[in-house]
């Protein structure tokens, strides 16, 4: 991807038996990845795609933005767990970003019936993965973060700056989901 060695790495994590479903999403997310590339502004970080459950989804993703806020305390971290578990029950994806600059997407296997599906995952959750690497976006999802774990306070100006940008790059990344047909018409 525009000459830089970017790493897509996929690994499982509490579910067993779906070493196929692996292999599948290892050159999907190959294939991905350099079609986000090309069609989406940012730089692609390296990326570590984990394929789990809605339990394994929640427990991940609170992990990591507990370490991107820093310095969280176990009632937060339980509230937000809570959280968490809640919204994973209905979610196919999750793209998390991390302290060392990379990118965490977590996918929710009991989501994905057929490869299709997770094509239209992966693509989405990978455009969320190259607008982390675009100017103040990183800075405003740790703030927000922080926020969320009662780390530091933002104003309500900047709450409603940050929701109006996150309703943007949602709205991108499903505009961005017609590239997972050209994924699976490949692996066809």
Do not use: W
């Not at 989406?40 to 370490?67: H, Y």
């Not at 190259?130 to 709450?159: A, L, N, P, Y």
């Amino acid at each position: 991807m525009n000459g830089d060695a970017v790493k897509l790495t996929v690994t499982t994590h509490k579910v067993f038996g779906h070493r196929a479903t692996q292999r599948t999403a290892q050159y999907l997310a190959d294939q991905a990845g350099r079609l986000v590339a090309r069609s989406v502004s940012g730089r692609m970080p390296d990326v570590q795609i984990v394929l789990t459950n809605a339990r394994g989804l929640a427990e991940l993703a609170t992990a990591a933005e507990a370490e991107l806020a820093g310095g969280v305390d176990r009632r937060a971290l339980d509230r937000e767990m809570r959280h968490a578990v809640r919204e994973a029950r209905n979610a196919a994806g999750r793209a998390v970003a991390r302290t060392d600059g990379s990118v965490l997407v977590l996918v929710n296997i009991d989501q994905h019936r057929t490869p299709e599906d997770f094509a239209v995952t992966l693509v989405h959750e990978l455009v969320h993965a190259m607008q982390f690497s675009r100017k103040g976006v990183r800075e405003r999802i740790i703030r927000d973060r922080r926020h969320c774990f009662g780390v530091e306070r933002q104003t309500r100006r900047q709450e409603r700056e940050h929701e109006r940008l996150l309703n943007q790059e949602e709205n991108e990344a499903y505009g961005r989901e017609f590239l997972a047909k050209q994924l699976t018409a490949a692996a066809a």
